[in-house]
């Protein structure tokens, strides 16, 4: 998909999304094109008419002649106006486009919210307008229809249509458009079935991501992963006929970086439970529980286009978790990279085990920050359902930092605490942890049994267990892969 930015009489669209508030007669510039078009027939549909409201969420098609479509898109009170709301009616309004029209191109007009104080999520610019538009265009466009017969005509270029248009829009475009591809590869990542993306596979496309973006890649095969003494890793992979790999990706800018940040995507292709069993329905999506590995392999493409000055590392501990008779078992005593010992009370939390191996080895890394992304637990969706995701650490100025990133960036997330007293719940009598506690505080406990696994002291973990996969769509998503955090990692990685 192309991106471009032009004026609006430049335009070779046929299709376009045209804004309009719930509270507000004042007309666009790219309205008055479209109604001039339309020999002033826009205008009384919408005006006279009454044909739509203005209230959040409305669309409105309506066809200038037989070659050119408009779509209204109804952003409710401008008071109310966030950059949240504005991306889910663009997505919205993208997919109203996808049903009706066969054209390749798409154009869409910047708007800006300047009204409210800076750094509000009600606040946004033209810059950040393209940016958010273009990470909602693709939500709403999105197909994954590999395996379909029958494809529908996709848009192939987008025009970002303004009459002013400045160098900081041109730079929001550009940060919009590689964030949308990181999240489109991410999504396309998690839709292939687990019998194409097992840990070889996407090992095989890191090494293609490497020689593609000039980053160095270092792909660990399974005896070296021995040698590494991922003994913790090593035993969650060992029931599956496809061996595990270990990838560590890096990007590094030119000159001297600013910071030096360490990625951790959680990365089982497959999770069966192991001996603890998934039942049969719980196991419909569990091709998805790679979604961490997908993000990071993504947003570092990303951040290598847009030449970061920041050192990033992109890690993965890679396997499948399958029951067999070679499979770990309960009571078994593991030992992770850095020497302590896990008992294994329960094979199904095995994302936390690869996990305490990666973080392990970042601690070789000095960087200045750790961050990982993991489908890790049920309990967050009992806390925070399907929308938010959990986030935790040891460092409060780097959560509140991502947290604040996180709004901007029109994605949900929470803190959950991390509490020395929540050891308790991993208490063995024959290892330093176990590896499950019970059902209360499910999510906090899961991330200090990760805290034991990091000697950094900014590190943060994100909890998309709820927010990767949607089963039941969103304002913005539809159901299957969201790409969660991907967005909000890229915008945290250029702050």
Not at 17 to 22: H, L, N, W
Not at 423 to 448: C, Q, V, Y
Request: proline share 1%; with cysteine.
């Amino acid at each position: 998909m192309r991106f471009l930015t032009k004026k609006i009489e430049e335009t070779d669209a046929k299709t376009f999304i045209c804004y309009m508030f719930e509270d507000d007669i004042n007309k666009s510039d790219l309205f008055n094109y479209l109604d001039c078009l339309s020999q002033g027939m826009l205008n009384k549909q919408i005006y006279q008419y009454k044909t739509i409201t203005g209230k959040f969420l409305e669309t409105y098609k309506y066809s200038i002649n037989e070659n050119m479509l408009v779509v209204i898109c109804a952003l409710g009170k401008k008071s109310e106006l966030t950059r949240q709301r504005f991306s889910q009616a663009t997505a919205n309004a993208a997919r109203t486009v996808k049903n009706y029209t066969k054209d390749k191109t798409l154009a869409i007009e910047l708007i800006e919210n300047t009204n409210d104080c800076n750094r509000s999520s009600k606040y946004f610019t033209k810059k950040d307008s393209a940016q958010i538009a273009l990470c909602a265009l693709r939500i709403g466009l999105y197909e994954f229809n590999k395996y379909l017969a029958e494809k529908k005509e996709t848009i192939e270029t987008i025009e970002l249509l303004d009459n002013n248009l400045n160098k900081e829009i041109e730079q929001g475009a550009q940060i919009g458009a590689y964030s949308s591809f990181a999240m489109k590869f991410a999504k396309d990542l998690v839709n292939e079935s687990a019998q194409i993306v097992t840990p070889a596979y996407i090992a095989n496309l890191a090494e293609q991501i490497a020689k593609e973006h000039k980053l160095e890649a270092k792909v660990y095969d399974k005896e070296q992963i021995k040698r590494l003494n991922m003994n913790a890793f090593l035993a969650v992979g060992q029931g599956s006929v496809n061996e595990p790999k270990f990838i560590h990706l890096t990007y590094t800018p030119k000159g001297t970086p600013r910071k030096k940040i360490a990625l951790v995507g959680k990365g089982v292709t497959f999770d069966a439970g192991g001996m603890n069993i998934k039942p049969a329905a719980s196991m419909l999506t569990m091709k998805s529980d790679m979604s961490g590995a997908a993000c990071i392999l993504g947003i570092i493409q990303a951040i290598a286009k847009l030449e970061s000055d920041v050192e990033l590392h992109a890690i993965s501990a890679l396997c499948e978790n399958m029951t067999s008779a070679s499979a770990y078992k309960q009571g078994d005593i593991l030992t992770a990279m850095n020497g302590k010992t896990i008992e294994v009370d329960n094979t199904d939390a095995e994302g936390r085990i690869t996990l305490a191996d990666a973080l392990s080895y970042c601690d070789k890394l000095n960087v200045d920050e750790v961050v990982d992304i993991a489908t890790l637990t049920g309990a967050v969706i009992v806390s925070l359902g399907h929308n938010i995701t959990g986030v935790m650490g040891n460092n409060q100025e780097q959560i509140d930092k991502f947290m604040e990133i996180s709004k901007l960036s029109c994605e949900n997330v929470w803190q959950m605490p991390v509490l020395d007293e929540l050891k308790d719940n991993l208490k063995s009598e024959i290892a330093d942890f176990k590896n499950t506690g019970g059902r209360n505080a499910g999510t906090s406990t899961a991330a200090w049994f990760l805290s034991n696994f990091t000697k950094s002291k900014s590190w943060m973990h994100l909890d998309i267990a709820g927010t990767a996969y949607l089963e039941k769509s969103n304002k913005e998503t539809l159901s299957g892969p969201t790409a969660a955090m991907t967005r909000s990692l890229i915008n945290y990685i250029l702050s």
